[in-house]
């Protein structure tokens, strides 16, 4: 578990994946026990109970690093997960549906007016929700025009805390003139209220963060309390039908990596800016909203290749 990660809270989340799925099936067997047959049985399982693929093959990416733990450390010889026999569950992923900007426009119209700020720290930064909810105005560097990621709210075992943002990285946005004065629009209404919560786990030492989107008196909200009480709210308002998955907060995030590619910026940029420590991931993630580059590849060649214009119907010597 401690080499899994040293994120509480993506420790909680292997901890009950091991509780409910997997001891039930494993905990009784020494890991000699485990044969590829076993695994085999296991994985047959799943699917007779229509796990979705994506969790299908996170369970099964758990057991097989408990076994490769066991042969690294001599107890059985081989990982039976590795087994041609046996068939590893692949993930899945649909192509990410990006909001239009109407749509865009029509949630923020439906939030109310504290919590509008929201569309844009995550359509014009690319923030997660936990990002959202922990942004501060001490974050934002006026001169050179950026804004520094510190930060995310989230909850583990029922316990409300800052964390680092995901992947412990920090990392920074630029920040357009419009996005300021967002900012300082929101600031100017709704004053931010100084919040302390502790850090990273939860007897973690007390950290004062001034935090910019707060409920009435500085109330603090936790990421499932405002999708719920918040973000389903703006919908109804708006009149705009809620399609689960892809109208998530987390919509806004591709949102902003979509208006980024439509205007030419890198992958490798874009991957810095949503803190993704992979760029590959990063193009794997949004290949489909990468714009065609056909014409800018034609006119590169005719820089080389092209001929001279006609002129008066001649051919140029």
């Known amino acids: 578990m401690k080499s899994q990660s040293p994120d509480p809270g993506t420790r909680s989340t292997i901890l009950s994946r091991l509780e409910s799925q997997i001891y039930p099936v494993f905990e009784t067997k020494k890991v000699g026990q485990i044969k590829p047959s076993t ?26 690093g408990v076994m490769d733990s066991a042969v690294d450390d001599r107890r ?33 119209s ?20 936990g990002e959202i909810l922990g942004f501060s105005p001490d974050d934002v560097d006026r001169t050179a025009m950026t804004v520094q990621i510190r930060r995310q709210i989230k909850t583990v075992r029922g316990v409300v805390m800052f964390a680092r943002p995901k992947g412990g990285k920090e990392r920074t946005i630029p920040l357009s003139a419009a996005m300021l004065a967002e900012i300082d629009d929101h600031e100017d209404r709704f004053p931010s209220a100084a919040v302390t919560l502790p850090w990273q786990s939860a007897d973690g030492e007390p950290v004062t963060a001034r935090l910019l ?6 109330r603090l909200y936790s990421g499932d309390l405002f999708t719920k009480v ?9 009149g705009v039908e809620y399609r689960r998955r892809a109208d998530g907060m987390h919509a806004l995030r591709h949102f902003y990596a979509s208006t980024l590619l439509a205007r030419a910026v890198s992958i490798k940029e874009l991957a810095d800016y949503l803190g993704h420590a992979d760029p590959g991931f990063t193009l794997r993630t949004y ?31």
């Not at 997960?81 to 990410?96: F, G, L």
């Not at 989107?213 to 500085?218: D, L």
């Open 39 to 64: 695994s085999r049985d296991w994985v047959g399982s799943m699917e007779e109970r229509k796990l979705s693929d994506n969790y299908q093959a996170v369970l099964f990416n758990t057991v097989s």
């Open 110 to 129: 439906g939030l109310v007016e504290r919590f509008k700020i929201a569309v844009p720290l995550g359509a014009g930064f690319g923030l997660r929700q």
């Open 230 to 238: 918040v973000w389903y709210g703006a919908f109804r308002a708006a």
């Open 213 to 218: 989107m707060t409920g009435e008196g500085g």
């Open 76 to 108: 059985i010889r081989e990982n039976p997960c590795h087994a041609k026999t046996v068939r590893r569950p692949v993930a899945s992923s649909p192509p990410i549906v990006v909001w239009p900007e109407e749509r865009v426009q029509a949630v923020r």
């Open 287 to 317: 290949t489909h909203l990468v714009p065609s580059s056909h014409q800018r590849a034609r006119e590169a060649v005719d820089a080389v290749f092209g001929r001279p214009a006609l002129d008066d119907g001649l051919e140029a010597a």
